[in-house]
């Protein structure tokens, strides 16, 4: 089944505790990115990868970093969360930036 | 820079009576514009998109969006809406440049439907 996974799909931690969310596609897509949806604020872009190696920042990305090592993996990484950064966190990915966009199944983080 | 606006946060329709979410854009050059679907505690789900051609576009779950350049709008309609399309839609746009151009989201209009 063509899908983009996400983990883990809650988180609760600390103010300052380095933390990691995973992001994997099997659909061999070219194009990634991350969202964070707030109320009122809908999705802002916080990073974004045409390609392995090929990284960007979107609308957000303070506080944030990525890496695309390999072409099915789009981690997020968070070196030290505050709590503004409590959220939601999607992933997506499409075959090229102007297709439509597969969105992962979304990750609740808390930052206490 | 690109901007979307959904200028109704909720939109209330009778089961049954036709239904528009509006949206309007705002890009630098020729617009690619998508609608999107996020069902409670779901991500989002493609409805569909506008890249070229035809400025009706027809999408799944029987929505459609028209595509008006002068009014820089693309309204997501449904002749006869369900309950089951209660849900949270979100329009979004980037421009047809290359490289880097990021999908800039709006900030979503809550649709619900009334049996």
């Known amino acids: 089944e063509a899908q983009v996974t996400q983990n883990p799909r809650y988180l609760i931690t600390v103010t300052g505790k380095k933390l990691t969310v995973t992001c994997s596609q099997n659909?061999?897509?070219?194009?990634m990115s991350w969202y964070r949806q707030d109320p009122g604020l809908g999705l802002r872009q916080i990073y974004y990868s045409m390609n392995v190696e090929v990284t960007d920042k979107g609308d957000v990305p303070e506080g944030y970093k990525v890496s695309r090592k390999e072409k099915r993996n789009f981690p997020l990484i968070l070196e030290s969360p505050s709590p503004n950064q409590t959220s939601l966190y999607f992933c997506a990915s499409a075959s090229e930036p102007y297709n439509e966009q597969f969105f992962g199944p979304g990750t609740r983080l808390t930052v206490l | 820079a690109q901007s979307v606006a959904q200028p109704e946060d909720q939109v209330n329709v009778a089961e049954g009576n036709p239904l528009t979410v509006k949206c309007t854009y705002s890009?630098?050059?020729?617009?690619?514009l998508f609608w999107y679907v996020q069902y409670p505690n779901r991500g989002l789900q493609f409805l569909l998109k506008?890249?070229?051609?035809?400025?009706l576009v027809k999408g799944s779950y029987g929505f459609e969006a028209e595509f008006n350049k002068s009014q820089t709008s693309f309204h997501l309609k449904k002749p006869s809406a369900l309950v089951s399309d209660s849900a949270l839609y979100f329009c979004?746009?980037?421009?047809?440049?290359?490289?880097?151009?990021?999908?800039?989201f709006g900030k979503g209009t809550r649709l619900s439907v009334i049996a």
């Open positions: 659909m061999n897509h070219e194009y």
């Open positions: 890009v630098s050059g020729n617009p690619y």
């Open positions: 979004a746009v980037r421009w047809d440049g290359a490289g880097n151009t990021p999908l800039v």
């Open positions: 506008y890249i070229t051609g035809d400025n």
